[in-house]
Structures are given as structure tokens and as C-alpha cells.
């Protein structure tokens, strides 16, 4: 669509991107229900965890009905549709690892995935805003946005660290809502030359930043990173860039070749994407083109209001033009924040990762006990890798060291 929001007439808003005051990019109040007519996915898709467990999930998918999406007709019963779809997709193509995937998914479970998928404007794999931002319910409607008070719809393989990471990760989201609601103010208070304005909504969006950093910690209190490495994280694993699946993934009855299509990634989270727009920071060839792409695995909306950010008049040119002592120190403190947060998650990725891969190395061949064995028999075919695909801590240490680039040469 075209970017009306340039119009420097128009007043630039969060109400034409589907992107709430209140939750930011979070679906509010996710269906826990589809109508009766689908209720043969929702008992697969519900019984993942154990069916894959007891190596029958692959047997029950392939006996299921071939349902029609036609039936699904508002846009919180296609997310939900779309959530247990990719659930019940994941779990049929790892079931039994590395070693075993499934090559072909079977048409009563791509067909319906595949036309819930084009509805959305998503791509036909669990992502992000499946498994975070449509996948919470509250156990108290009336109880606070906590950990204590949030479940998921859906689980994976993984037990509790699963809730961990999925209800974690959506409380990061929820901490950046104040962030969202001030880049409105940045680029209307630009557009109209307002100083104040723009350092005020800079100010907040940093405080927004250090909160999502805060979020983030409580991924060490939730999430056993054995069982993130050992169990979990082959599940948010997609067949692109994977050596595990060269050939992708046949969507039977929707085409004969192969297709690929990335994991899910915090790279698919529309956040950082916006704070990189509206702060000018440039991504080299080879991780900007990854981050470009992990743009289609969003909500089209909210791609929209990235694009559209990217639209707008230089913030940084703006606070280079301004006489302003206290825009330049919220700006500077803004990319401090930001490079704080990247470094923080390149910490996380390393002890949820890195250091089991190692781990896992020298554990193999080796007798073991429990928490031990459960890294060993980690996908080797991973080791290194993000669940989107790409070579992980190479990536996310370019991607901070480019946020550097973004400071104004006399504040660094």
C-alpha cells in the first residue's frame, strides 16, 4: 500500500498498522477456540508435546480429516488456525529429529496451513507471531500481564521452559508498548520542528529499551538452557538454511517442489526493526538482507509500519540540526540502550547456546547423566545455528557492533 504517513499533512499514527496502545504488536485477547467444525485440529494440535513424545503425532496427522478454511472468517480465528496448524507442523516434521525428518507434509494438514497462511499474508511455518504473539491466554482475565497469570494455548516439546521462553519473550514485547506509542511523537515532532517534543518521546522510548532488557533476564529464571538446546530449540527450527532439511519441505497438494521457509527468530520480532528505522542504523550486505527477510515472516501491518518509519524525515539528521543539548543526550542515551539490549541478548544466545554446543561436543561418547544427556543428543546439525537459520553469534556481534555506527560523532 502506499505510504500516505509521508505526507508531512498527515499526522503519522499507530491506529493504520494494527498496533495497539495497549500491547503494541501483541494480539489482544487471542481466541482459545475455533468453530466445532475444526475441532479435529484443535485435539491434535493441543497434544503435541505427548504425541511427539510417544511417537504417534506423524500417525494422528495423517488419519486427520482434510477440513476446509473457509469457515474461518475473522482474523483472530485465521491466527489461531495458523497458530495450531504450525504447531502440529512443527512437531510432525521433527518428531523424530534430526536424523528422520519428514520430507512431505501430507495435504489434510498443508492444504488448510497453507490457505490460512495466504489469508494472513504469513508463511506456512510456526514464527513469532504464532508462537509469542497470538499463543497467551490469562488464568485471570481480570489478573496482572505476569508471568504468574499467563499461559500458553500451545505448547512444544520442552515442558515448563517452553511457557519460559514463549511467556518471557511476550513480556519483552509488552515492555517495548511505551517505546511504540513514542515514535508517533519522534516523527510528528520532527516533522514540525518541535525539539522538545521529540526528546521527550526519545527519553521515554529508552526507558522502554532498558525495560525489554530487564524482561529478558527472567529467560535465566524460567528456561533450563539444557533443555532450550537439548529439546526445544530443533522444534522452532525451519528447512531453510538448515543441513538437516537441504531439500526444504513439500507441501502436498500445494505445489510439487520443495519450499523453504526460516524458523522462528526474535529476528522476527517487529521491534528492533523499528528502533533501527527510526534511529538510522544501517545493517551491512549479508545481515541486512537477513533481517529484510525475516520482514516477511511478520504480520503484513506491521511490516508496514516498519517500511513506513523508513520513510520519514532523519531523525538523525534532525538532532545534528538542533541547537539542543538535551536531544542530543536522549538520542545518544536511545542507541546506548539499544547496543545494551543487543549486547545483553548476544550473553543470552551464549549461554542457551553456545555453551551447550561446546558442552554437547565433549559430552558425546561419554556416560551421562540426565541434563548431560539431554545436550548430547542435541541436533549436531545446529549446533551453531539460530532457529531462523543463521550462523547465530556471527550475526547478532555485526548487528551490535552496527548499532555503534548510529552515534553522533561528538557523543561517542
Not at 257 to 275: D, K, P, R, T, V
Request: one cysteine or more.
Amino acid at each position: 500500500m502506499a505510504a500516505a504517513e509521508t505526507d508531512s499533512k498527515i499526522t503519522f499514527s499507530l491506529d493504520l498498522y494494527h498496533v495497539s496502545e495497549e500491547l503494541g504488536f501483541i494480539l489482544p485477547e487471542p481466541l482459545k477456540e475455533l468453530p466445532p467444525y475444526y475441532q479435529p485440529w484443535m485435539d491434535i494440535a493441543l497434544r503435541v508435546p505427548e504425541l511427539v513424545h510417544s511417537h504417534e503425532l506423524r500417525s494422528h496427522i495423517n488419519k486427520m480429516p482434510l477440513l476446509s478454511s473457509k469457515f474461518l472468517q475473522k482474523h483472530r480465528e485465521l491466527r489461531l488456525a495458523h497458530l495450531a496448524l504450525g504447531v502440529m507442523t512443527m512437531g510432525y516434521v521433527w518428531q523424530e529429529g534430526e536424523n528422520d525428518t519428514a520430507e512431505i507434509l501430507p495435504c489434510n494438514l498443508a492444504v488448510p496451513y497453507w490457505e490460512v497462511s495466504q489469508r494472513l499474508g504469513l508463511p506456512p511455518i510456526f514464527t513469532h507471531a504464532d508462537g509469542v504473539l497470538a499463543n497467551w491466554r490469562k488464568k485471570d482475565p481480570e489478573g496482572p500481564f505476569d508471568m504468574e497469570n499467563l499461559e500458553l494455548l500451545f505448547s512444544l516439546p520442552g515442558g515448563d521452559s517452553v511457557r519460559g521462553f514463549f511467556m518471557v519473550t511476550l513480556l519483552v514485547e509488552l515492555a517495548a508498548v511505551p517505546a511504540l506509542r513514542s515514535i508517533p511523537n519522534v516523527i510528528n515532532g520532527v516533522r514540525c520542528g518541535d525539539t522538545e517534543a521529540v526528546a521527550r518521546a526519545l527519553e521515554d522510548i529508552s526507558q522502554s529499551i532498558q525495560d525489554m532488557t530487564d524482561a529478558l533476564k527472567l529467560m535465566h529464571v524460567y528456561v533450563k538452557p539444557s533443555i532450550f538446546y537439548g529439546i526445544m530449540r530443533i522444534y522452532l527450527s525451519g528447512w531453510k538454511d538448515n543441513p538437516s532439511m537441504p531439500k526444504g519441505l513439500v507441501y502436498e497438494g500445494v505445489q510439487t517442489e520443495a519450499m523453504e521457509y526460516s524458523g522462528g527468530s526474535a529476528a522476527q520480532s517487529s521491534l528492533l526493526h523499528c528502533f533501527d528505522e527510526l534511529l538510522g542504523i544501517k545493517h551491512g550486505e549479508n545481515s541486512g538482507a537477513f533481517l529484510t527477510r525475516m520482514r516477511d515472516y511478520m504480520p503484513p501491518t506491521h511490516k508496514q509500519f516498519i517500511q513506513d518509519i523508513s520513510l520519514q524525515p532523519s531523525l538523525k539528521s534532525f538532532v545534528q540540526q538542533q541547537a539542543s543539548e538535551r536531544l542530543n543526550q536522549a538520542f545518544h542515551l536511545c542507541v546506548t540502550k539499544l547496543l545494551s539490549l543487543r549486547s545483553y541478548h548476544i550473553s543470552v544466545v551464549s549461554r542457551f547456546i553456545t555453551v551447550p554446543a561446546a558442552r554437547a561436543r565433549q559430552l558425546r561418547n561419554q556416560s551421562q547423566d540426565f541434563e548431560k544427556e539431554v545436550i548430547s543428543r542435541a541436533p549436531t546439525a545446529l549446533e551453531e545455528r539460530g532457529t531462523g537459520g543463521s550462523g547465530i553469534m556471527t550475526f547478532l556481534k555485526t548487528v551490535r557492533d552496527q548499532t555503534k555506527d548510529a552515534f553522533l560523532p561528538e557523543t561517542m
